[in-house]
């Protein structure tokens, strides 16, 4: 992605990338709206806000430590995804911000493309167990803006050779990157028990 939606990559397609990731940006939190507001409503179908904060709270902490000792490869329990990606055709067949709005929306609604993290699941845990379409709703634009924002980091790309070094570096920060997700989970689960206490 971070490659097909550069400047580069945009320039070479006769595209504008500012309209193109602006597109992105924004479908990317209608989508974690979406996905955010739906479970949250589900939530208060099922009643989840009539259930006492601590076990609501003991199920974040719990979901976390798992998710954590998965992303970390603590354990040999898979995360569940499917192998879909976004079409890359749409790069030659729509306009940028066509495409931006479709690749943004379906990562933004967080299930329907490869799910690489457990936060993803966390964070659609967490939208249900709020029992609340407007509190899950938030939940899902958080997050889908978080899972935007590293495009933003090609915005300074106007090589192929600055291109190239972008993703030498990204490779580079690949682990400590999941090491910090790693670490975020066991911080979160940590605050849903003192919460909890």
Do not use: C, N
């Not at 479970?39 to 003991?58: K, Q, R, T, Y």
């Not at 490869?73 to 990606?85: A, H």
């Not at 167990?129 to 590293?150: D, E, H, K, M, Y």
């Amino acid at each position: 992605m971070l490659a097909s939606i550069s400047p580069v990559g945009e320039a070479s397609r006769h595209q504008r990338w500012s309209i193109t990731v602006s597109a992105y940006l924004l479908a990317s939190a209608v989508g974690g709206v979406l996905i955010g507001g739906l479970l949250g409503g589900l939530g208060s179908l099922l009643g989840v806000a009539a259930l006492p904060a601590d076990w609501l709270l003991a199920v974040i902490a719990l979901a976390s430590v798992l998710g954590a000792a998965i992303d970390a490869g603590w354990t040999k329990v898979q995360l569940p995804s499917w192998r879909r990606q976004v079409d890359e055709r749409w790069l030659t067949t729509y306009r940028g911000w066509v495409y931006g709005a479709g690749y943004g929306l379906q990562l933004g609604i967080a299930v329907v493309t490869i799910v690489t993290s457990a936060v993803t699941y966390a964070a659609l845990l967490a939208a249900l167990l709020v029992g609340s379409v407007q509190a899950g709703a938030a939940i899902g634009a958080t997050f889908g803006i978080v899972r935007a924002l590293p495009l933003l980091l090609t915005a300074p790309v106007r090589s192929p050779q600055r291109l190239q070094r972008l993703h030498v570096g990204l490779a580079t920060a690949a682990r400590p990157v999941a090491q910090v997700t790693v670490a975020a989970q066991l911080g979160a689960a940590a605050l849903a028990v003192m919460l909890g206490v």
